[in-house]
């Protein structure tokens, strides 16, 4: 059985269909063949049983009776020869109806009319000792001959000849009648080769309609199976599959999934493509800018001729400078390379004023010439504590790097709304749908160290903790970054 279910599996889907649409047709065919086989017998069986009613019904001679039960008395299981059997007219039926009495002792005698002998059974005994219950009976039986025949024992109703007394029965003897099953089991014989061809027709009929169903539904199956091997081969992703836009069905859906699926793929490997050339161009001017110094710190120490002091100092610091911008760059490159998994890992309730306040401090470090004023009330996000504190960093050094020297940077945290404000000299506004751009600079900020991705951290993070970012001209001149996080659901035991 398991064998049968392995090699059932390891078809092809269609041919699982076929099999499965015509094993339900044969089931439903022969359910309906067999239900009607029996229906019809019993239809026929009933016809029989109310012409052997029919024919057992009017009254017998007493004068035959007694006469014929003189005549042949015979034991259970003898034969008769019809030549030796006395007419008894009142026994006569239907010519080719068997016609014969029973004793309560098994004996019996055949009517001279019988085409033949019934075998007796129990049931047939039992009416005969029992005949004022009035009750006939019902069964199959054979003849001496072997042929099949519908049976009817009734109790013997006789009359008097020439009395007016009505009919009466006959005591310890019954009737018993008959008529072969010849015509009626060629009839069922007939109807059953009927059915089974019917059905093997409906059978093969519904294999070759469910390969052709399945050919038909399994088609964008094809389509789907061919486009993911031409992407697994070629790796194309501007493949499509063509849907109906009414359709709705699950290969439809299927098909709707790929096609997100391929499209999103396609942006993501073109964002990468992109990430990767800005990287490497961003790269470039450090690396170029270190090499050349030293270079030159090489060649002063090969040729003996030493570069002076001040110079010396000025490329050291040049190189300091160079190595602290290539590991931000590559701080924030991995920062923009973690996957949304790895950062669900780290995701809990933060106090988003803590987060501020740290941040604050750092960046009071990098602008001490600056005068920064907060005004932070208490608020809780669902956020990665690290990943957001380097976010309000980055938005904090944009406002320190462009505010001009003893300028004055405003912080406010309010209802999980946080805005910093710098007193620079602003935006263009021709820039500002640039400015969450990766390793996008404004011409005026090229100059200024930087990667180009501070900005761009800060959205994603803020986007990842369900808020949003944006970054406007401040009437009066300046700058006002503005971050909108919405509220945790709960409050950490430790702050509550």
Known sequence: MNRLARRFRNLPIRARLSMLVAAAVAFAVAAVSVTCWFIVQGKLYEQLDADLKKSAQHPVQIDNVVDLLAACPQEPGATTDSDSVPDSGGLR?????????????????????????????????????NPASGKGYYRNGVDTSGNDVRVLTIPLVVVNQGIGSGPRIYPDVALMTA??????QKTLSDLALLLLLVSGVGVLGAGAAGLAVARAGLRPVDELTEA??????????????????????????????????????????????QLIADAGHELRTPLTSLRTNIELLTRSEETGRPIPPADRKALLASVKAQMTELA??????????????????????????DTVEAA???????????????DVRPWFVRAEPSALERAIVNILDNAVKFSPEGGTIDVALDRGILTVRDHGPGIPEDELPHVFDRFWRSPSARALPGSGL????????????????????????????TVRLPGAPTVPPEVG
């Open 454 to 481: 501070g900005l761009s951290i800060v959205a994603r993070t803020v986007q990842q903790a369900g808020g949003d970012v944006t970054l406007a001209r401040a009437s009066g001149g300046g700058t006002v970054a």
């Open 360 to 374: 604050l401090r750092r960046a009071q470090l990098r602008g001490p010439e600056l005068k920064i004023t907060a």
């Open 93 to 129: 039926f239907r010519d080719s109806y068997y016609t014969q009495l029973v004793k309560a002792d098994g004996t019996f005698c055949v009517s001279a009319d019988s085409p033949g002998t019934m075998k007796t059974a129990a049931s047939d005994k039992a009416v005969a000792k």
């Open 328 to 353: 931000s760059l590559i701080g924030d490159l991995q920062e923009l390379s973690r996957s949304e998994g790895q950062r669900g890992e780290r995701v809990q309730v933060v106090a988003l004023q």
């Open 228 to 273: 993911v091997e031409h992407v697994a081969r070629t790796e194309d992703l501007s493949i499509r599959i063509p849907v109906e836009n009414e359709s709705d069905d699950e290969i439809a859906r299927l098909s709707r999934s790929f096609n997100s699926m391929t499209t999103s793929l396609a942006n993501s490997r073109e964002l990468q493509q």
């Open 179 to 184: 008529v072969p099953l010849k015509n009626t």
